[in-house]
């Protein structure tokens, strides 16, 4: 049963702390997705990745945010430095982007951040 | 006009009721509809999805209803299950495996 993989699953940090999250994604899915969910905002996508290539990171902090594909079995996003709005939980999600458009994302676990 | 708009924002619905969820959007581009629904400490799972070229879609208790003229979508849950109880969020795309999501609707099933 293939699975999007996320570590950590939880993870505290102290403000200005540097955090890096990390994704599976399923094997032979070509397309990655980065979202923060938080209460108020909902799902957010932050960044967009579609053959290791970025897409589409315009829902991304720029200054703090980064997200990167080393390679097609990883992809990361690193928050430096912290602070304690970026508390939320953050999911990746892959899937095999179509010619038609639209298709499934698979959602890994979440990594649930605290800044304090 | 790239927002999904979903109501309600809660819902409480008895054991064996329908559950209704409504979305609605602006951009007439937008060609994928899915549904996701979410337990607490899970990620989101598809559940149903459907092509504007229908005006439902059905699998098993979970039916999507699709209004193009009207510009809205809703997930009807018939005969409800205090299993059922979970966030649900629509969301809309446009030709690409973008997604714009609804802001989810709690529901509770009361056994």
């Known amino acids: 049963d293939a699975r999007v993989t996320q570590t950590p699953r939880h993870k505290v940090t102290e403000m200005g702390q540097e955090v890096t999250m990390r994704c599976q994604p399923i094997?032979?899915?070509?397309?990655v997705f980065w979202y923060r969910q938080t209460m108020m905002q909902g799902l957010e996508l932050l960044a967009y990745?579609?053959?290791?290539?970025?897409?589409?990171d315009s829902g991304m902090p720029k200054d703090r945010f980064s997200a990167e594909m080393p390679d097609a079995t990883l992809a990361t996003l690193k928050i430096q430095p912290s602070e304690p709005r970026d508390s939320a939980v953050y999911f990746c999600?892959?899937?095999?982007?179509?010619?038609?458009?639209?298709?499934?994302?698979?959602f890994g676990p979440g990594t649930r951040l605290l800044v304090l | 006009q790239q927002q999904v708009k979903q109501s309600p924002q809660s819902l409480i619905v008895q054991k064996g009721g329908i559950s209704i969820i409504n979305c609605a959007y602006e951009?007439?581009?937008?060609?994928?509809f899915p549904w996701y629904q979410q337990f607490p400490g899970k990620g989101p799972a598809l559940l149903i999805a459907?092509?504007?070229?229908?005006s439902e879609k059905k699998e098993g208790r979970f039916t999507i209803s699709f209004n193009k003229s009207a510009k809205q979508f809703s997930l009807h849950i018939m005969d409800s299950q205090p299993g059922d109880s979970a966030t649900y969020f629509c969301?809309?795309?446009?030709?690409?495996?973008?997604?714009?999501f609804g802001t989810g609707t709690r529901l509770k099933v009361l056994a």
């Open positions: 990745f579609r053959n290791r290539a970025p897409l589409d």
């Open positions: 969301a809309a795309s446009k030709g690409t495996y973008k997604y714009i």
């Open positions: 999600a892959s899937g095999r982007d179509t010619s038609a458009g639209g298709g499934t994302q698979y």
């Open positions: 094997l032979g899915h070509n397309t």
């Open positions: 459907i092509r504007p070229d229908v």
């Open positions: 951009n007439t581009a937008f060609d994928y």
